[in-house]
């Protein structure tokens, strides 16, 4: 049974570039997660998909969007990149929204903003 | 605004002894809270979760206590093993103002453990 997926597993980029992420959810999930971790700190929630829709979204500016296929994969979309938008992104899958739901997380894409 | 604080930033602690890991929140909103490990390099590991209509909940190794009146959760690891030794998240989830929306979780800073021979 595989686990979260997530591509690519690095990437450098520079300022003002644009960058999209990919993750594929553990096998029977439906809702994907999506956080950004800078260094020491814990993860910061950017937003949530389920049913193709964004449903929560976190203090995140509108350079970062999402989107969510049939299929349950999601993408993150980062434009106009900032050196402060370089972090570990992690996403999480799991199942439904009503709470109490465990969130299993990917092994993140580290990005770099130079 | 950290609504979930881990105050102590690192932790060591011998081999085969007890290892307690703190957690305090301030949302009184929570009502799912979780433990995660993580390694270098890879994505948070779950542990264990505890619901809020529970104080204390096992697996194997591993124990979460919550008191609601503290607001306050911690993990036990026993006995303490060398492969234990990573950064431990705290998070917790629930109080969503829309319905449907209680799901997202929001992190403490961690705690750094390293289980010395």
């Known amino acids: 049974d595989a686990g979260v997926t997530q591509s690519p597993t690095h990437l450098i980029k520079t300022r003002g570039q644009q960058v999209t992420l990919r993750c594929s959810p553990k096998?029977?999930?439906?809702?994907v997660s999506w956080y950004q971790q800078a260094l020491g700190q814990g993860p910061q929630f950017i937003f949530q998909?389920?049913?193709?829709?964004?449903?929560q979204r976190g203090n995140f500016p509108d350079r970062f969007s999402g989107h969510q296929f049939p299929n349950y994969s999601s993408e993150l979309n980062v434009n106009a990149l900032l050196l402060g938008d370089s972090a570990l992104y992690l996403c999480?899958?799991?199942?439904?929204?009503?709470?109490?739901?465990?969130?299993?997380f990917g092994p993140g894409t580290r990005l770099l903003v130079l | 605004d950290q609504q979930v604080k881990q105050n102590s930033p690192s932790l060591s602690v011998q081999e085969g002894r007890i290892s307690i890991l703190n957690c305090d929140y301030t949302n009184s909103m929570f009502d799912y809270f979780l433990w995660y490990k993580k390694y270098p390099a890879e994505g948070p590991t779950f542990l264990i979760s505890i619901s809020s209509i529970k104080d204390k909940n096992e697996d194997g190794r591993f124990t979460v206590f919550l008191n609601k009146s503290a607001k306050h959760l911690s993990l036990h690891i026993v006995p303490s093993q060398p492969g234990d030794s990573a950064v431990y998240f705290c998070a917790a989830s629930g109080g969503g103002s829309v319905a449907g929306t209680a799901s997202k979780l929001t992190f403490g800073t961690g705690t750094r453990l390293q289980v010395t021979l």
């Open positions: 096998s029977g999930h439906d809702t």
């Open positions: 998909y389920y049913e193709e829709e964004e449903r």
């Open positions: 999480a899958s799991s199942v439904g929204l009503a709470g109490q739901e465990t969130q299993y």
